[in-house]
T-cell receptor, first 112, second 115 residues
């Protein structure tokens, strides 16, 4: 299975862009990169996903390097409510199931 | 529309007792997943349902764990003879179908504490 590596924690000033990196050097050609976040005591919330092109939605942007070995999630104007654990996940087809394999994520703290 | 719901939200049980955790997926979602999250850890996959069948049970940690899904909708995760190491948050997710680019929607979880 492809694995991901993320820094355990990051701080970001409110109103600034938060750039969360993720390494997935063993990703294979048909595996997507997904980002979820988990606010304390809630279930994970879908943010964005991509294959090889950069993606943007109302929540965030996803930048994937050309070799697909790493990606960056960008929250353009972080707010205090963006404080959460952010998970970068490679969607793996394992035993016939498209399951998520979660790591321990990056704990983002947005500072006032 | 309504999201994924789970009940109970909290469950405290004595070691050795059986527990049942319930998941109501988003209406019309055919795929349903159970995950477990221990304190401070990432999510651990347990089992996947497509309709009422479970083609992938590879994540169930022992034969004390079982799950079923009826009517292609509600799912129940049962833990028999609970142990303290079963204490965790149990999360359910559903998706419209299986597929590499299909996102999953998670419920709020059931926090299980085994004393």
């Amino acid at each position: 299975d492809a694995k991901t590596t993320q820094p355990p924690s990051m701080d970001c000033a409110e109103g600034r862009a938060a750039n969360l990196p993720c390494n997935h050097s063993t990703i294979s050609g048909n595996e997507y990169v997904y980002w979820y976040r988990q606010i304390h005591s809630q279930g994970p919330q879908y943010i964005i996903h991509g294959l090889k092109n950069n993606e943007t939605n109302e929540m965030a942007s996803l930048i994937i390097t050309e070799d697909r070995k790493s990606s960056t999630l960008i929250l353009p104007h972080a707010t205090l409510r963006d404080t959460a654990v952010y998970y970068c996940i490679v969607r793996a087809l394992t035993s016939g199931t498209y399951k998520y394999i979660f790591g321990t994520g990056t704990r983002l703290k947005v500072l006032a | 529309g309504a999201g994924v719901s789970q009940s109970p939200s909290n469950k405290v049980t004595e070691k050795g007792k059986d527990v049942e955790l319930r998941c109501d997926p988003i209406s019309g979602h055919t795929a349903l997943y159970w995950y477990r999250q221990s304190l401070g850890q990432g999510l651990e996959f347990l089992i996947y349902f497509q309709g009422n069948s479970a083609p992938d049970k590879s994540g169930l940690p022992s034969d004390r764990f079982s799950a079923e899904r009826t009517g292609g909708s509600v799912s129940t995760l049962t833990i028999q003879r609970t142990q303290q190491e079963d204490s965790a948050v149990y999360l359910c997710a559903s998706s419209a179908r299986q597929g590499v680019s299909i996102e999953q929607y998670f419920g709020p979880g059931t926090r299980l504490t085994v004393t």
